[in-house]
């Protein structure tokens, strides 16, 4: 009877540590994405801080002088401004996965990364 006891006590000490545990693991993550306190700030979204480190990161390494794949370089703010403004740019970021033309073909840009992009775009896609 108490052996019982003590195994419930056990069991259930051990479920509530996964639910307190979970939730503070998730947002620990989101921190770590966008910065402390900021879910995704598009408001003051630049060339230089933003876009890009997103092309650079997710596109550079197929679209640049060297390699320039599909005929698109990305490289410097020129080239990734006409490929924005023409609606070549998010046309293929916006494409499900399951499309083949999805860009980058490995995965999709996180949502915060596609939201920034938009509004870059939106403001004409400036060199600021
Ligand atoms: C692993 C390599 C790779 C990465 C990374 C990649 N692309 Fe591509 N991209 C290609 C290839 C190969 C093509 C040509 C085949 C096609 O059209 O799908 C292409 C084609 C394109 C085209 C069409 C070209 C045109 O002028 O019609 C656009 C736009 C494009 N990519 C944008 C992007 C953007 C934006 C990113 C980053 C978010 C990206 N790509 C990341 C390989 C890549």
Same mark, same amino acid.
């Given at each position: 009877m108490r052996s019982t006891l003590l195994l419930k006590f056990l069991t259930l000490s051990g479920l509530v540590s996964i639910l307190f545990s979970a939730p503070s693991c998730t947002s620990d993550n989101i921190d770590d994405k966008y910065g402390p306190g900021s879910a995704c700030d598009t408001a003051a979204v630049t060339f230089s801080q933003d876009i890009k480190t997103i092309i650079g990161q997710n596109c550079e390494m197929c679209h640049n002088g060297n390699s320039a794949s599909g005929g698109l370089n990305l490289a410097g703010h020129e080239n990734i401004q006409n490929s924005a403004l023409s609606g070549a740019l998010m046309d293929r970021v916006e494409r499900?996965? +399951?499309?083949?033309? +999805?860009?980058?073909p490995a995965g999709p840009l996180s949502d915060c990364d596609q939201k920034k992009l938009m509004a870059w775009i939106n403001q004409g896609a400036p060199n600021n």
């Open positions: 499900p996965m +399951s499309d083949p033309l +999805s860009m980058p």
